[in-house]
T-cell receptor, first 116, second 115 residues
Framework: GNSVTQMEGPVTLSEEAFLTINCTYT??????LFWYVQYPGEGLQLLLK?????DKGSNKGFEATYRKETTSFHLEKGSVQVSDSAVYFC???????????????FGKGTLLTVNP | KAGVTQTPRYLIKTRGQQVTLSCSPI?????VSWYQQTPGQGLQFLFE???????NKGNFPGRFSGRQFSNSRSEMNVSTLELGDSALYLC??????????????FGPGTRLTVL
């Protein structure tokens, strides 16, 4: 079945440091890829997405590129802020031709803490 | 547009009881999905509804059930609660109903504690 593997945290950085959170996936068909963020006590917020190979999703300074050859969707940000402290989830959804198979498969999540 | 809303936000129940959680999707969204989030298992898919029909179901026992109404609002029910059902239950809605590139938007969740 489909699966998502993301780097285990926690990740602790100083403000203005560079961030990379690795994400790789296994899927059949044609997955779309997502990064969601969860702040303490809240639900999930969509951070960015990419729907086909070589697409780059970006939002709020975060970027991720859909790499089909390496089955990866790594999250990056050039300069993190304290307010970026949260749990980040990589996810895939897959649409199978001929029917609906719509669900998100999530990675385990990576806790990011940014210190001032 | 208002986001996905879930009620109640917090619930405390005892083993053996049953519980009903409610979700109102974003206006115009017809697909509603439910997920369970626990520290040990992470985020797991429960089921998805579209136009009042359950289209997909995750690997959960029959104690977990749901339904969707004609206005797209959805409820999920858990009967005969067990301690392991303690979790954050997240509802998500999507505008396109599962076509390629569709996006799910999540509510704040209902925190269920089973004592």
């Amino acid at each position: 079945g489909n699966s998502v593997t993301q780097m285990e945290g926690p990740v602790t950085l100083s403000e203005e440091a560079f961030l990379t959170i690795n994400c790789t996936y296994t899927a059949t068909g044609y997955p779309s890829l997502f990064w969601y963020v969860q702040y303490p006590g809240e639900g999930l917020q969509l951070l960015l997405k990419a729907t086909k190979a070589d697409d780059k999703g970006s939002n709020k300074g975060f970027e991720a590129t859909y790499r089909k050859e390496t089955t990866s969707f790594h999250l990056e940000k050039g300069s993190v802020q304290v307010s970026d402290s949260a749990v980040y989830f990589c996810a895939l959804s897959e649409w199978l031709k001929g029917g609906s198979n719509y669900k998100l498969t999530f990675g385990k999540g990576t806790l990011l803490t940014v210190n001032p | 547009k208002a986001g996905v809303t879930q009620t109640p936000r917090y619930l405390i129940k005892t083993r053996g009881q049953q519980v009903t959680l409610s979700c109102s999707p974003i206006s115009g969204h017809r697909s509603v999905s439910w997920y369970q989030q626990t520290p040990g298992q992470g985020l797991q898919f429960l089921f998805e509804y579209f136009s009042e029909t359950q289209r997909n179901k995750g690997n959960f026992p029959g104690r977990f059930s749901g339904r969707q109404f004609s206005n797209s609002r959805s409820e999920m029910n858990v009967s005969t609660l067990e301690l392991g059902d303690s979790a954050l239950y997240l509802c998500a809605s999507s505008p396109l109903g599962g076509v390629m590139g569709d996006t799910q938007y999540f509510g704040p969740g209902t925190r269920l504690t089973v004592l």
